[in-house]
């Protein structure tokens, strides 16, 4: 992984105007989402869209002028590459060989949730696809036709010994309105055997043409189902379901040559739910901080405009103050033309000591303590 590395914010500006944003980010170790999200938190503008084209053509395109900013902070960038993470799941299985489990033709079946399995499959009732439906409420983890069931419960019962002897536990507790899961490493892991079905688009016969006119009610199934034989054995994790994996008949390698492969990575997805846990806590950690970064720059952006407000208003009552006096000094000339009846310019004297006081009362340079003093304090009000 690429160090770290430090840029002011004039550099990136110069940067990005001059190097494609996607080149530019292979550079620094981020994506171009990365560094875009990057200059607009440091208020850089970036190139729009066509601005290479035209300078491919020989255009001389504006450049976007760097703003100025409040918030120093913002100068200085801190750039961090990212780590290239593997695929959560890989394709490939752990390195140690998988074991063989042979199942053969005539297993019997005798792990008691198999058998609860094949006890909650009726085979009195078919669902649209002309799959067998379970007993009212329960959940089971096979979806077969009744062609395939023996052989799906013959894998089942197989791996399901399997887990047993490696000291894994299975649940599927009564009432048994939940799915199957295998505990791995104190990670829940479900299972589901399923039937491959084939779909195409129903075609309306004449027969059913006929019966829609008798009956505006009913109408003809859309789709129509193809049971293949072919089994499908998907296995995923209960926390994420992204993290899943699944096994399916081919020509020339059937389901039941694969159950090694399947038994051995119940351990492997349960190591990928604890690594995706993991990077589930970091993310939220890393946002936790960018947000405290963020928090943090929102306080010195108002700390900044406190300040601000706090120095504009002493130099506007200053201003006033030294608008009154030079009032005042203008007033006290004029008093002293001989033109001037002794009366007013009695009346000017008084006048001219009112100025003095109330220029003295509102200028803040009368006492600097108390400029300090709002200056250092966040809390205050002043109004005048």
Not at 254 to 278: C, D, M, P, Q, W
Not at 331 to 345: C, F, I, W
Request: charged share 30%; net charge positive.
């Amino acid at each position: 992984m690429e160090q770290s590395r430090k840029i002011t914010r004039a550099e990136l500006y110069e940067k990005v105007w001059k190097t494609p944003m996607q080149k530019l980010a292979a550079e620094f170790g981020l994506s171009d989402v990365g560094l875009a999200k990057l200059c607009k938190r440091h208020q850089i503008p970036v190139p729009g869209r066509g601005y290479w084209a035209r300078l491919q053509f020989g255009q001389k395109p504006t450049r976007t002028r760097l703003p100025n900013i409040a918030d120093v902070a913002l100068d200085s960038i801190l750039i961090v590459p990212h780590e290239k993470r593997p695929p959560e799941i890989p394709r490939l299985m752990p390195n140690q060989p998988a074991p063989v489990i042979e199942i053969s033709e005539n297993r019997s079946i005798t792990h008691r949730h198999v058998l609860r399995v094949d006890k909650s499959i009726l085979r009195c009732k078919k669902d649209k696809r002309g799959m067998p439906v379970a007993k009212q409420g329960r959940l089971v983890p096979v979806d077969v036709s009744l062609e395939s069931l023996p052989r799906a419960l013959r894998i089942l019962d197989a791996l399901f010994d399997a887990l047993d002897g490696a000291g894994y536990c299975i649940e599927w507790g009564s009432p048994y309105t939940s799915p199957v899961n295998v505990i791995v490493l104190n990670e829940k892991i479900t299972l589901s055997i399923s039937e491959i079905i084939e779909r195409k688009q129903h075609k309306i016969t004449l027969e059913e043409t006929s019966h829609q006119k008798i009956d505006s009610w009913w109408s003809p199934p859309r789709w129509d189902y193809t049971l293949t034989g072919r089994l499908k054995f998907t296995l995923l994790s209960t926390e994420a379901s992204h993290l899943q994996h699944t096994w399916a008949d081919r020509k020339k390698q059937s389901l039941e040559s694969r159950v090694g492969e399947i038994f051995l990575s119940f351990e492997f997805t349960a190591n990928s739910v604890k690594k995706y846990r993991e990077d589930c806590a970091e993310a939220a950690r890393q946002r936790a901080e960018e947000q405290k970064r963020a928090a943090e720059r929102r306080r010195q952006e108002e700390e900044y405009n406190r300040k601000f407000e706090v120095v504009s208003k002493f130099a506007h009552a200053w201003r006033e103050a030294v608008q009154l006096r030079e009032f005042a000094t203008s007033l006290k000339k004029s008093a002293g033309s001989p033109a001037v009846p002794l009366e007013q310019k009695l009346a000017i004297v008084r006048i001219l000591d009112w100025i003095e006081r109330h220029a003295n009362y509102i200028d803040p340079l009368t006492d600097v303590g108390e400029i300090i003093r709002r200056f250092k304090k966040s809390e205050w009000q002043w109004n005048y």
